[in-house]
């Protein structure tokens, strides 16, 4: 499947948890979840530091949110990826994109990625949809920053996903 029939697939989870937004600084995480937001999603706020995130309860992990997810996006350090991806595991969450600064090559983007292969493993072992690198803020209503970040991914074949 190619990476925009994936997006449009997470994109049509309607509640969506986003792990990782920060109050220390203004992140992707955070645009993603402002974003989400004013298209009309369920969006939840996932860090264990906050308790609250732009005006909303912030959860420590995803089990604390009172509705399940459907979809979950994490911008975070890879091996905390691999416990969140355990957890939608145990909830039986279905779609699960993983952010990376640079597309979605493999070991591409070192310490600027949220991928874990050993997580997209088990995402692959549990059927749950797996989007292992960029970012939302690349396909729901691009900024010109953005846009222009998913044109050239794409020229360079950097959003092919296997």
């Known amino acids: ?11 049509a989870q309607k509640r969506i948890a986003v792990v990782g937004v920060s109050d220390k600084r203004d ?11 004013e ?7 996932v860090n264990p530091r906050i308790t609250q995130y732009d ?21 975070t350090n890879p091996k905390v990826t691999e416990q969140v991806v355990q957890q939608c595991v145990e909830l039986g969450v ?3 994109w993983m952010h990376c600064m640079m597309g979605t090559k493999p070991g ?8 874990s292969q050993d997580a997209v493993a088990l ?3 549990n059927g749950i949809a797996v989007i292992p690198g960029s970012c939302p803020n690349q396909f729901l209503k691009p900024d ?3 846009g222009m970040m998913r044109g050239l991914f794409r020229a360079f074949g950097l959003l092919n996903v296997n």
Not at 55 to 75: H, M, N, Q, R, T
Not at 108 to 115: E, I, R
């Open 27 to 37: 992140t992707g995480c955070n645009l993603a979840y402002r974003k989400l937001k």
């Open 108 to 115: 591409l983007a070192a310490g600027m990625t949220s991928v």
């Open 39 to 45: 298209a009309g999603y369920q969006v939840y706020a």
């Open 94 to 96: 279905r779609h699960v």
């Open 55 to 75: 005006g909303a309860p912030c959860y420590p992990d995803l089990k604390s949110i009172p509705e399940k997810p459907e979809a979950v996006f994490i911008l």
């Open 1 to 11: 499947m190619k990476i925009d029939e994936m997006a449009r697939d997470f994109l």
């Open 123 to 125: 995402c692959k072992a």
């Open 144 to 146: 010109f920053g953005h």
